[in-house]
């Protein structure tokens, strides 16, 4: 049976094949995105739902003093809903927050998101590409008005240059990874960007190493020159474009000789660089965590919008800004109205026409003020008093993980909604144990705007059910209560009818029965629309219909190297774990890469007198985590880097919790620490 | 552009492999890792000369035998000795071919140089390497490689009967630039390359 892989957002199809209730292979399906290929996490690990730490059973207490009380479905419920409830009449709706997860279903978090904005009258609706794409997506919307991908998978194969940035994508997206380096074999350029030799700067034409943190002047720069050399697209600016002259006087300080002095890369590459991009007609750029991640993440993404749009890259085939989503269901939870501003389809909350589309829907009166965004909500607490999170593990994934479990510590009532056991569950109140991908209906959302069918292949263990399943059920007991309005969806599919019923012009042509043969992508807004591929052809979705550029300018990482703290701290992934490792680690991947290693440059462990495998601890101002060092020169001098799947040694302990103004993203890729040889 | 398969008139398109256009067994061939001409299994005749189906394009005017008393022979030949050389067990649609083909192998006597005597190599986590029941149809190379993934932990050693599937120096797959994708094992067509779920 064909299914969607729980891990990346490529949305890999795979065909597990099972006996006797064990996963026993993988195939990759021969149909888009993937046709037949997938790598190691979708091959070999999607059996953490037979981990011995999967939740069975609903659990309760009073207090975190108390054991765990294992309680029927009704009793957990009930408990949760009278909770709850008893927060909204005392302190109102600012006081609860719901985070769906970029994990679940797009059902799942629809339903999730309509709970609280529908019942609990609250827009603090997040969830955890809060702390990945966020930066994306504020700079894709104020620029082009969307924010996801602008071109389709498919367009690698008519694409002459790729620039990619701050992407490990050969490890964090490794089907995407080998179609680029694939594309490369055949003809086309690569030009890599990254502190870190990775698998993609391996196979590069062009690499281009700048300190962690000054992408932004690097592309400044290149559009400097473009401007300089005339390598630009007067026609495209003139007709697709708004606040050109406004944003190239802005441009001034970042010749090729500052860029160089700042960003440590030699001027004659730079200027190869902004010419190749310019001067190649299908040239796409791609990015991922490493521009995302910073207080200036926003800035940095929209630095490169604007280089695209002065080369004239959006809307044309084989081209265009392609953002990297992490998790399987990223683009498809914000789609959804995961996001605390805006309803399903990026309607914003504080606009009344949206409002009234979904209050005629919902039959509910809805709240027209922006609720915050996940960071601002850990910030929040005690004001906050009740979180309702769906698979969410915020201990492993926020920074600075000492701050944040001193907020749980202080949160009067949490609610964990999740397939296994993980670092947060320990400071619930409710405990919900929900059915993994492998059980249950419903759809993902691709990285590239296909949604597809995920299929129920096993019958959740011990009392499991679908995340969709519990919030309805919390949902129907809310609105007894509340006296207000709840569909008793019989299932997914018919989530999913209410879904294109709510957003019909992106949605509206995608059905269950469209689904069954492969994935389609939206906007989709008729049966027989075939879903659009490449965004923008003919217009942006501004107001005016054209693009913005915006003018933006290089600020330093909220904490540079002192003498106490001489190196700078990169964190990211590794081929085989997946974020927080709570699925990767419990499955058969964990025998391959089993505990957390250091990329340490061999100049700095040479000066440190740290070998290769020695242990080691890395100490920031926040915390210190043991490790083992590995030497290698894949991470530049003055630069370490930590890969955060590791419980037991947390990088975001490490981490600081310095904020980007626009997209509350943290500050993940730069902070200041030391290494201390431990014997 | 028109073609005569078997005596009867076809029509094709420009760049149509003659393998989408003829029923004809093969075993090398793969669309993804762009594997092709190695097997024989597809050969067919085109005005008196053997050609690979899986590797040769359709042309106008063509005249194209695929199951002459010959092309039969030595499909059958061809089966008759993989058999003999590797462990088949695990691939029933070669098994299935060979019925087909009423291939006898024990009329050849014994093979000097077989592979089913090699030990499968377990050397990481995730599959086995078993080399007993590799026909070297060289897709695995093929997908690790230029085909697919463009990471080349997989080579051909040798040549002729000794020919062999391996990785760089023979060294243990971990120590290799692999990156267990898997894929090898997805283009195997006969269970030398498996997952070590399957063998619980």
Redesign the interface.
């Known amino acids: 049976m064909r299914t969607t892989c729980p891990y990346c957002g490529v949305g890999c199809q795979v065909e597990p094949r099972l006996r006797e209730g064990r996963i026993v292979e993988v195939r990759g399906a021969e149909i888009p995105p993937n046709h037949g290929a997938l790598c190691v996490k979708g091959r070999f690990g999607l059996d953490f739902p037979f981990s011995k730490k999967r939740l069975l059973y609903p659990m309760v207490r009073e207090s975190r003093q108390e054991p765990f009380r294992r309680v029927s479905w009704e009793e957990a419920l009930d408990h949760a809903a009278r909770k709850l409830l008893e927060v909204l009449q005392r302190k109102g709706p600012k006081a609860l927050a719901v985070f769906p997860s970029a994990k679940t279903t797009n059902e799942e978090v629809y339903l999730a998101q309509k709970l609280a904005r529908a019942l609990l009258g609250t827009n603090h609706v997040d969830h955890c590409s809060r702390l990945c794409h966020s930066s994306s997506t504020a700079a894709l919307s104020r620029s082009l008005g969307g924010a996801s991908m602008t071109n389709p998978i498919e367009d690698i194969w008519k694409t002459d240059l790729f620039l990619v940035v701050g992407s490990n994508t050969t490890e964090t997206h490794p089907v995407i990874g080998a179609m680029i380096k694939k594309r490369v074999r055949q003809g086309a350029r690569l030009l890599v960007v990254d502190p870190r030799y990775t698998g993609m700067a391996e196979a590069a034409t062009l690499w281009l190493r700048p300190r962690p943190g000054t992408d932004l002047f690097l592309f400044n720069a290149m559009a400097r020159y473009i401007l300089e050399e005339g390598l630009w697209d007067q026609e495209y600016v003139k007709e697709r474009t708004e606040g050109f002259a406004e944003w190239q006087a802005s441009l001034d300080p970042y010749t090729l000789e500052e860029a160089e002095r700042l960003t440590g890369v030699e001027k004659e590459k730079i200027a190869l660089a902004a010419r190749l991009y310019a001067t190649t007609e299908r040239a796409g750029a791609y990015w991922a965590m490493g521009l995302t991640q910073h207080t200036k993440g926003t800035a940095t993404v929209q630095a490169l919008v604007n280089l695209a749009l002065l080369t004239g890259k959006v809307g044309r085939e084989g081209a265009g800004l392609n953002p990297l989503r992490g998790q399987n269901n990223v683009q498809g939870a914000g789609d959804m109205g995961g996001l605390p501003d805006v309803f399903p389809g990026y309607l914003k909350v504080s606009d009344v026409t949206a409002r009234r589309r979904f209050e005629a829907l919902w039959g509910v009166s809805l709240n027209p003020e922006p609720g915050l965004r996940m960071t601002e909500v850990f910030a929040a607490i005690p004001e906050v008093e009740a979180l309702y999170l769906i698979g969410e593990d915020p201990v492993t994934s926020e920074p600075y993980q000492d701050h944040l479990k001193a907020k749980l510590e202080a949160l009067p009532f949490l609610i964990v909604q999740d397939i296994l056991e993980n670092e947060t569950t320990p400071f619930a109140h409710v405990v919900l144990p929900a059915a993994s991908f492998l059980e249950k209906d419903g759809t993902f959302t691709n990285t590239d705007r296909r949604v597809q069918r995920v299929r129920k292949i096993l019958d959740p263990p011990g009392e499991a059910r679908p995340d969709w399943w519990i919030t309805r059920e919390l949902g129907k007991r809310l609105a007894q209560a509340l006296g207000r309005p709840w569909t008793l969806h019989p299932g997914p599919e018919a989530i999913w009818e209410e879904i294109r019923r709510a957003v019909p012009e992106m949605m509206g042509g995608i059905t269950y029965r469209r689904l069954e043969e492969q994935g389609v992508r939206w906007p989709c807004p008729q049966e027989d629309h075939p879903g659009e591929a490449v965004l923008f052809r003919q217009r942006f979705n501004t107001p005016s219909g054209k693009a913005r550029f915006i003018p933006v300018h290089f600020t330093p990482p909220a904490e540079t190297p002192s003498e106490e703290y001489p190196l700078v701290l990169s964190t990211g992934r590794v081929l085989y774990h997946w974020h927080g490792g709570t699925l990767s680690r419990n499955s058969r991947l964990q025998e391959a890469y089993p505990e957390l290693k250091v990329e340490v440059n061999p100049k700095d462990a040479q000066r440190l007198g740290i070998g290769d495998g020695e242990p080691i601890q890395v100490v920031s101002r926040r915390g210190r985590i043991r490790a083992r060092a590995w030497v290698t020169d894949r991470t530049p001098e003055g630069v370490v880097y930590a890969p955060f799947h590791f419980a037991e040694a947390p990088a975001n302990r490490l981490t600081q919790d310095a904020l980007d103004p626009i997209s509350r993203i943290p500050e993940y890729k730069v902070a200041a620490v030391r290494l201390e040889k431990l014997d | 552009m028109r073609l005569k398969v078997n005596g009867q008139e076809r029509e094709a398109q420009e760049g149509t492999l003659l393998l989408d256009l003829v029923e004809v067994p093969t075993l090398c061939h793969h669309p993804?890792t762009e594997t092709k001409g190695l097997c024989r299994l597809c050969l067919v005749e085109v005005g008196g000369r053997l050609v690979p189906a899986c590797a040769t394009e359709a042309q106008e005017g063509m005249e194209v035998r695929t199951d002459t008393e010959g092309l039969r022979a030595l499909r059958r030949t061809l089966l008759e000795w993989l058999a003999l050389a590797t462990d088949l067990s695990q691939a029933p649609s070669l098994l299935e071919l060979l019925e087909a083909h009423q291939g006898q192998p024990q009329r050849w006597g014994g093979l000097g140089l077989t592979r089913k005597e090699r030990e499968p190599i377990r050397d990481?986590?995730?599959f086995l390497r078993d080399y007993a029941k590799c026909v070297n149809c060289r897709r695995c190379v093929d997908a690790c490689g230029?085909g697919?993934?463009?990471v080349y932990a997989l080579t051909l050693e040798d040549r002729g009967l000794l020919a062999h599937p391996t990785t760089p120096l023979d060294r243990p797959l971990?120590e290799t630039p692999c990156?267990?994708?898997?894929?090898c094992?997805?283009?195997c067509p006969t269970g030398a390359l498996?997952?070590l779920?399957?063998e619980?």
Do not use: A, E, K, L
């Open positions: 993804h990481n986590p995730f230029d697919i993934m463009g971990p990156v267990f994708c898997g894929n094992i997805q283009v498996r997952p779920s399957m619980v």
